[in-house]
């Protein structure tokens, strides 16, 4: 059965930064693309980054582009996302997901989700 839990989450003061990891595991996932979403009250679950699954491919919504970083660790079945300068509109509720194939056209497509880790950033 595939799990994937997320950490790294908690409350930080604009400016900041935090880490947050997800681990996979129940199956193979080397060959996969992974990613983040997040999911602030209120509004609807929207994509923050992916990986591609050898890591040399990246993408990010426009929003976080420039201060988050999306990195894997195929030995470790462990993705990444280094979040830097971290604003009010960053909280949120953060999701791991990992999509069916090596890559994607367009949108990330989640296979799986993880269950969630809360960012708060404080003004």
């Known amino acids: 059965q595939v799990q994937l839990v997320e950490s790294g989450g908690g409350l930080v003061q604009a400016g900041g930064s935090l880490r947050l990891s997800c681990a996979a595991s129940?199956?193979?996932?080397?060959?996969?693309?992974m990613g983040w979403f997040r999911q602030a009250p209120g509004k609807e679950r929207e994509f923050v980054a992916a990986?591609?699954?050898?890591?040399?491919?990246?993408d990010y919504a426009d929003s976080v582009k420039g201060r988050f970083t999306i990195s894997r660790d195929n030995a470790k079945n462990t993705v990444y996302l280094q979040m830097n300068s971290l604003k009010p509109e960053d909280t949120a509720v953060y999701y791991c997901?990992?999509?069916?194939?090596?890559?994607?056209?367009?949108?990330?497509?989640?296979?799986?989700w993880g269950q969630g880790t809360q960012v708060t950033v404080s003004s």
């Open positions: 997901a990992v999509a069916a194939g090596g890559w994607y056209i367009g949108r990330f497509h989640p296979e799986f």
């Open positions: 129940g199956g193979t996932f080397s060959d996969r693309a």
């Open positions: 990986v591609s699954w050898n890591g040399g491919n990246t």
